[in-house]
Each structure stands twice: as C-alpha cells, then as structure tokens.
C-alpha cells in the first residue's frame, strides 16, 4: 500500500449543491449471499412489513394472500419472498480470545437488511425549523447529544450480526460516512462518538433533499432492503408550505428524491432528536408529528417521536425493518410518464389487527435519469484482491474480508527498541513527523491449512503472504501504513515441519495520539484468498517505550 491511498470519508455539499471530486476504488463483483431479484426496467418493488395487534411480525404469508392494486386497478405479482423466515446456516461464533486479540471471523447475519443510522446535525443546528420556533445553541447541543448517547446505546446492545452502516448530515453542509457497513460494536461506538456537534447553523432544504438523493444514489448500489432511520428535528420545513412558504418549490423534488430511496429498496424511518415536546405550541407539536409521519410515509416506514428514549426508537425501526415481505408487478404502459401513482396492498382474507407498512406511492420516472454518480463508497460486500492488489479492501470502513481467516493480537510495546529499528515504523504522514508516536506490536497467526502452496520439484513448495497495516484518523485520513510481503520457499522436509503448528508473524508501527482506525488485512498471494478486519484505537499522547522485536520476523 502507498500512503494516502484511501477512499472517500467526506462529502462536500456546498451552496451551489455540488460535490467534492472523489477517487474511488473499483468494485469487485457481489458477493453477498442474499437472494437476487430479477427485476425489468419497468418492474416495481414493493417491500411490505406485517405486523399483529401487538407490533409483532407476521410469518408465515404467502404470494396468494396478497392483493396489490396500482392506482385502483389489481396487478399480478411477478415475484414473492418472505424475508423475515431465517434462512438455516451455521452460525459463525467467534471464539474466546486473549486481551488484545481479535479475529475476522464474523457473526452469522441477523437479517439480511443493511441499516444506516443518519445522524442529521444540520436540521438540528442553531437556527434551523424555519418558520416556527428557532433552535436555540442550548437546544442544538442538547438534541445531537442526546442522538449520539442513544446510538452508542443502541449499538451496545444490538442483537449479534445486525448489520449497520453510519452516515453523518454535518457543518458546513457534508454528508460523510462515519463508518461503513458492519456488525461490530466498537467499530460503530468508535464512529458516532468522532462526530463533532454542530453548532454553526447552517440548515438547508436543498442541501437535505441533495443528500437524500445522493443516499438513494449509494443504496442503489447495495443489494436488497436497506432501512434508513433518520435521527433529525425540523422536518416541518419540508413538508408543510403553510410554515415554510418558500418550501413549497421543493415539493415536486421531495416527492422525486423519496421516490428515488424507494426505487433502491430504502424504507424511512424517521425518530425525532427533540424528545418529548415541553416547548413549543400545541400547533407547532402537531405540526412536528404530522411531519415525522409525512416523511417516514413517503419512505414507505414509520416514524418515533415524542419520547425521550431515541434509543428505543431506533431499536424498533430495525426490527420492524428485519421482517418482511418482498413483492414485485409490472405497472401498466412501457414508458415513464412523470405522473403520480398509488399503490395499495392488502391481505385477502382480511386479517383483524393485522397491520401493513409499505410506500403507498410513486412517481414513474426514470432512476438512471435521476440519480447522481455514487461519491460515497458504501458497500455491504468485502472487496476482494484484484490481481494481488489489495488496497480497495484496505480502504477505510469497508466490510470485514473473511476468505482467509486470522487472529492477530494489537498492544502498544512497552519494552526498549531494537537497536536496528527504523526510527519510524511505517510510512507516517510526513505533517505527523513531530508528534509522540505509540509503537504498537502486531502478532498475526493463521492456521496453515489456510495457506496455499504452488508445488515444487522434489516435494518442494513455495507460497507468499502479504501482511498490510493502514492506520485512519476519525475523519477518515490515512496517517500511516505498513506493508510487508512474506516469501515461503520450503523443501519437502520444511513443509512437513511447517504444517505441525499455526504460523505467525510479527510487525510493529507507529502511531500517531488520538483516535485511530487500523486496517489489518493478509492475502495469501498464491490463492489471491484475503481477510481483513478493522479496529478502534485510542492512542494515547504519551507513548510507552518501544518493544524489542524484529520488524517483520515470522516465527512458527
């Protein structure tokens, strides 16, 4: 890896609503096992959620028991799944491990739904809710305090192999990946506790709507549901011209953009960062409600509201958002019309209590007209090695690489230096080069059933792994990386010998105070196999001594 190799982490949306240019890693082909949906230019998808009395999922359905009328006339349904039946698999249970060592082997999927929790501290800046009651700075900080405390809740205690992906709405108008899609707690906490309160004050209709259309944009890119729980405040402004008469002129394009997050399998949820309603008029109350519903409708969701517990708020958006129902018609006519159309689903027999949330609406326009170029890189699949060429998967918030599996063990080295050591390990940033540098060690460790040989004369074999370190700050910026490629030439009777036990090997780096993201990844070179994983680090501003170790020994 060279240094500065990195995907995008932050997106600039400016006043004139465009965009930042991007360098972004060529995909490698899907590899997420979720069912495909074969689908005709001109076929709607409808995900429908069935809940009881009781807000209890409904399983157990069939094609036949649906009914979908498309502006009041009935449609056939060309395809039916029922994704809340979990699909029988070996669950994959990381082992019990030693402090300071982790593994890339990952939980089995709790649905096969990705969840993007957005963190919008634009419409819950000072001054934003034009038209009724402003923000006060008091008010802001307290509102998106209370959002990141909620989250990290929720994240503390999310069912294992629940799927979650962070986006952040901030100052001066940026949408940014805080941290892409994964199941790992730590990794998820790390990322909304980096995110800085906004208090500048900057909200934007437009700015709001073009991030929308840039998430449809992303989400498009990932296979199956995708549940967008929007944490904000100050969705009035949006939908109801009576308080905001200039966002009337938006209308049509709230109308186009939701459409867009339907069209790619995103349902809105929509929970309100302000918590229960103590200030404010009875009007402005009921108007804030009504524009939670407005726009979580529009998503095809549900919305939260009036609670101080966003926490459970969030937890029921997931849930509600890991059981459905997949349906998909052919609508009427082959060509786009721009107009306004209705869908209604209903269960036939007609079920007492039973209730269904789907988007009840569309407007037929073409998608590929609409959507921007992705310049988020967000993905639910692991990049693989292309030719040997890792860095796509060594970019910073990709999904876990799990084709080789490892265990590596991260510490800061607390022991006097080897005298032969660089003074630096790794390629630091050069404006870092005057910091306190922690040197951490990194012990890797493989079972070497794992790793594959090219065969040799005489019994002989040969093989090659390549160990790659990336070190990212919390705004998503490489600060250093370290790569190192090991060769294996073994005759028969060293081969027979190396088989005996787990390989290992060693690196140290340095790195800089503060909060870190480290990349781990090995590719066995002869396979083209790849794991990678991701950690959270706190580095602190004094390191301890460096370790004696030699930089890059493998021992067995």
């Known amino acids: 890896m060279r240094p ?110 990705v969840n993007i929790l957005l963190l919008d501290f634009v419409n819950t800046s000072p001054g934003a809710n034009p038209g009724a009651t402003p923000i006060t700075l008091q008010d802001a900080i307290g509102m998106q305090h209370q959002v990141k405390e909620d989250a990290i ?36 906490i790390a990322a909304v506790n980096s995110l800085e309160y906004n208090t500048e004050g900057t909200p934007s209709i437009e700015m709001t709507l073009e991030a929308l259309k840039q998430i449809a944009s992303v989400a498009s890119q990932i296979k199956g549901r995708k549940n967008l729980i929007w944490l904000s405040y100050g969705l009035v402004a949006m939908t109801d011209p009576a308080i905001c008469p200039p966002c009337d002129l938006w209308a049509r394009e709230f109308h186009q953009y939701f459409g867009l997050l339907t069209d790619a399998q995103v349902t809105v949820y929509t929970v309100d960062a302000r918590g229960l309603y103590v200030k404010g008029s009875s009007l402005e109350k009921s108007e804030e409600m009504l524009s939670q519903e407005s726009v979580a409708e529009a998503g095809g969701g549900l919305a939260y509201y009036n609670s101080n517990d966003l926490e459970t708020g969030i937890a029921k958006a997931i849930e509600n958002g890991s059981d459905y129902y997949t349906l998909t018609y052919v609508p009427p006519g082959t060509q786009y019309d721009g107009r306004h159309h209705t869908i209604n689903v209903t269960l036939n027999p007609a079920r007492p209590g039973v209730a269904l949330t789907y988007r009840n609406y569309y407007y037929s326009e073409d998608p590929a007209k609409l959507l921007p170029k992705p310049v988020l890189d967000v993905t639910a699949d692991a990049p693989s090695a292309v030719a040997g060429n890792m860095s796509a998967a060594m970019s910073r918030s990709m999904p876990t690489s799990t084709q080789l599996l490892f265990n590596v063990k991260v510490e800061p080295d607390t022991e006097p230096p080897n005298p032969t050591d660089p003074a630096i390990m790794g390629a630091l940033d050069p404006k870092l080069k005057n910091k306190l540098l922690t040197r951490y060690g ?62 290992q090997f060693f690196q140290q ?48």
């Not at 940026?174 to 730590?186: A, E, F, K, N």
């Not at 909060?515 to 991701?534: A, C, H, P, Y």
């Open 442 to 503: 990194l012990l890797f460790e493989l079972p070497v059933g794992q790793i594959a040989f090219k065969p040799g004369a005489g019994g002989a074999r040969s093989g090659a792994l390549t160990f790659d370190v990336a070190a990212y700050d919390s705004e998503g910026k490489m600060v250093s990386s370290l790569g190192q490629t090991y060769q294996l030439p073994l005759s028969d009777i060293e081969y027979r010998e190396f088989i005996q036990t787990p390989f």
């Open 153 to 188: 809740k929720y994240l503390q205690r999310m069912p294992s192999g629940t799927r979650v992906a962070v986006l952040a709405m901030t100052y001066p108008g940026h949408l940014r990946i805080m941290q892409g899609v994964t199941s790992d707690p730590s990794l998820l």
């Open 4 to 113: 500065g190799k990195t995907t995008l982490a932050a997106l600039g949306i400016t006043a004139l609503l465009t965009f930042s240019p991007a360098c972004i890693p060529a995909q490698t082909a899907d590899q997420s096992s979720a069912p495909t949906i074969k689908v005709t230019a001109r076929e709607t998808v409808v995900d429908v959620t069935v809940t009881d009395a009781n807000g209890q999922p409904v399983h157990g359905l069939k094609q036949s028991d649906f009914t979908v009328l498309e502006d009041g006339k009935p449609q056939a349904i060309r395809s039916f799944h029922d994704y809340g039946v979990a699909t029988p698999s070996t669950p994959a249970i990381p082992p019990k491990l030693p402090p300071n060592t982790y593994t890339n082997l990952q939980p089995a999927p709790a649905s096969i739904a």
């Open 509 to 556: 780096i340095d790195l800089p105070p503060g909060q870190i993201f480290l990349r781990i990844g090995v590719l066995d070179t002869v396979s083209n196999k790849l794991g990678t994983l991701e950690l959270p680090l706190t580095v602190g501003k004094r390191p301890p001594a460096p370790a004696v170790a030699d930089e890059g020994k493998a021992s067995k």
